[in-house]
């Protein structure tokens, strides 16, 4: 069964159905299900699939390739002895193919590609010599090494220049997938347990996958990511290794980025993490952006070059609050955790994270969705006189409203106290002096169950809940 996908579904059957060949690729973070949509879509009904070994030689992986090859059906007298000869033995062999439709299915593609094997040119000359003339191709391919995929076929400047006939950037779950995933694997959860479990995993189905319904959500988390077997426990190494060449530089960059909540700017990057400051640091920069682990945003007023940095992929932020330095601890320390001021700030900033990836869910629940709205974070440095302000999340609309996003993690609901008011009345002033005045600011507040009245209560707030953030 797949759960959500709708889209994505479609660019595939549109390719099963097409009059012409079809070079598809499908790509996103390890764990997210590309495998599954792509199998479960085409039944496992392939002309010939192949899935890549990681870390293996070139010639290791030639013979490994040729052995599928000779298992699904190809004669030949000679085994290859490079990709050239290699994509074109599976050219004659889909040839002899009776199907309508000739589905080839390339999984973990990025792994082929070895130090000069010559991988990549002779898959384009596989596609544009052979496939593309055609009218009966269907190639997928599939990796999680999205870097690899965005610069060796996205940006290829060679023979695989816009040869791309659908991309699928797969993305994890939303908040309400999560929830008919979880009801589909049986677990006993609310909405609050659903939330919290997306504060942690994100919506990454493998890891949703190996809950237990024998065990409360807090079991499940110390059990899987936090004791010393649980399997879980080391995903952090392995996640950036299967994305990533090179994953220790990688690293670095997310160390800087785990170090302070609102983000940093590029040269803030350098001075952390000590990389050279170059147009590798660029590239390494936007592929952790497109694989999703962190985002770019400029404050309101500011140039390009002034860009905040700042990292939102859940489980990595879990990672570092919580699993780094878990070493020793028993059954029942995610439970013991949670009366500590690190887990409170740690709810604080995983649900402004969950408020701002459910930015169009957000924007449904306010009415606003047929309204044209930029979204972005702003902030007023400090200085000697000031303490300065920071706002997560700032709705701009189109008809000259701004919505001050406040976002509070209280499980037994809100309640506005005066520190907070106050907080939150230096915000929108300092809003009303940067804005024009044809603007109108109004307080909304996110919370995780509810907000109860108090006196302390800003006149004109919208009070949003979590659980309006459960709709597709």
């Not at 002779?122 to 599939?142: H, K, T």
């Not at 319904?213 to 299967?242: C, H, M, T």
Request: with cysteine.
């Amino acid at each position: 069964m797949i759960i959500g996908r709708n889209k994505e579904k479609q660019q595939l059957e549109d390719a099963l159905q097409s009059n012409k060949s079809e070079f598809v690729v499908v790509y996103g973070r390890r764990r997210v299900g590309k495998t599954y949509l792509v199998r479960q879509t085409l039944k496992n009904n392939f002309t010939f699939d192949y899935t890549g070994i990681k870390q293996i030689s070139n010639s290791q992986q030639l013979k490994i390739f040729a052995d599928a090859l000779a298992r699904q059906g190809a004669n030949f007298t000679k085994k290859p002895s490079n990709w050239f000869e290699a994509f074109d033995c599976l050219a004659d062999f889909v040839t002899q193919s009776k199907e309508s439709r000739k589905k080839i299915f390339i999984d973990e593609i990025p792994w082929m590609d070895r130090p000069r094997s010559n991988f990549v040119a002779a898959l384009e000359y596989f596609w544009n010599s052979w496939a593309s003339v055609r009218n009966d191709i269907v190639l997928i391919i599939c990796g999680s090494a999205s870097s690899w995929i965005i610069k060796k076929v996205f940006k290829n400047k060679g023979g695989l220049h816009r040869r791309v006939t659908q991309s699928i950037h797969l993305h994890p779950f939303n908040l309400l997938e999560c929830e008919q995933y979880a009801q589909v694997l049986g677990l006993p959860y609310n909405r609050n347990h659903i939330l919290e479990g997306y504060m942690v995993m994100g919506g990454v189905p493998m890891y949703w996958s190996q809950l237990s319904p024998q065990k409360s959500l807090a079991q499940n988390i110390n059990d899987l990511f936090l004791v010393e077997d649980g399997v879980l426990r080391y995903e952090f190494n392995e996640l950036y290794a299967s994305i990533f060449d090179s994953p220790d530089r990688y690293i670095k960059i997310i160390d800087a980025l785990a170090s302070k909540k609102k983000g940093l700017t590029r040269s803030e990057i350098v001075e952390a993490s000590k990389l050279e400051n170059n147009g590798t640091l660029s590239e390494m920069i936007e592929n952790l952006i497109e694989c999703g682990f962190v985002r770019k945003y400029c404050h309101t007023g500011k140039k390009l070059r002034d860009a905040i940095y700042q990292l939102v992929d859940f489980y990595t932020i879990f990672y570092y609050q919580f699993v780094k330095n878990a070493y020793g601890i028993d059954d029942n320390y995610w439970v013991k955790i949670q009366v500590s001021p690190t887990y409170t700030t740690w709810c604080g900033l995983a649900f402004e994270r969950v408020a701002l990836m459910h930015s169009r869910q957000l924007k449904a629940a306010l009415g606003i969705s047929g309204i044209i709205a930029n979204i972005y974070s702003w902030h007023i440095p400090a200085t000697e006189t000031s303490r300065g302000l920071q706002v997560d999340m700032l709705i701009d609309r189109s008809d000259r409203v701004i919505n001050l996003c406040e976002m509070k993690y209280y499980p037994l609901g809100y309640t506005m106290s005066k520190k907070d008011a106050e907080n939150i009345g230096a915000k929108i002033r300092g809003l009303a002096e940067h804005f024009p005045k044809s603007r109108s600011i109004q307080l909304v507040m996110v919370t995780s169950n509810g907000m109860t009245p108090s006196t302390n209560s800003i006149p004109g707030t919208i009070a949003i809940e979590a659980n309006q953030l459960f709709i597709p």
